[in-house]
């Protein structure tokens, strides 16, 4: 005999009622635990730069300090960091169906993730001092693969320019293409 599959109308409304709320049930868990971890991160970095710049309290208000490219390559990442994980966060400070300013946080958050790669841009090119011994190596890193990359990129794009020529000589998607 062939196997039956089990469709909507072989269960019972009891049987669809529970197979609803077991989606709802998991769907929230994976919500809230997404939601505990993400605000966990949120919380625990700017403690953590704290830690990793060696900052006290007192040298916070010193302007030096914050001129150092230490401080501000990773403050800036900081900020970008913190930012992008606040616009996934799955519930936000303001719910996002409040009309006008339920996206501005969003917004706002994603301000600030820029205006994080900014201070970590200028703290690369303009900070006083060493660079972090890791931004350099992640900096390198990608430079490296950049460069060993570059005959892949070009098979790359050669590739996408025979697909566009092949297609072009097919009526169906002649219509299709801008030119």
Known sequence: ??????????????????????????????????????????AIMPPMWLTYTGLEEYEIYHPLKWASARIMISFGTMLFMVAMAYRQLPLDLVPDWVPFVGKMDDLIAGLV???????????????????????????????????????VRVAAVWAVKA?????KGLKFVKALLPF
């Not at 697909?163 to 297609?167: D, H």
């Open 1 to 42: 005999l062939p196997k039956t599959v089990c469709t909507h109308a072989s269960l019972s409304p009891f049987e669809m009622v529970v197979n609803r709320a077991k989606k709802a049930l998991k769907r929230a868990a994976t919500i809230g635990m997404k939601q505990a971890a993400l605000m966990a991160f949120i």
């Open 113 to 151: 993730a820029g205006i994080g790669l900014t201070i970590t841009f200028i703290g690369w090119h303009f900070g006083m001092g060493p660079k972090p011994v890791e931004a350099v190596l992640v900096v390198n890193a990608f430079s490296y693969a950049w460069t060993a990359l570059y005959p």
């Open 163 to 167: 697909v566009f020529a092949a297609a």
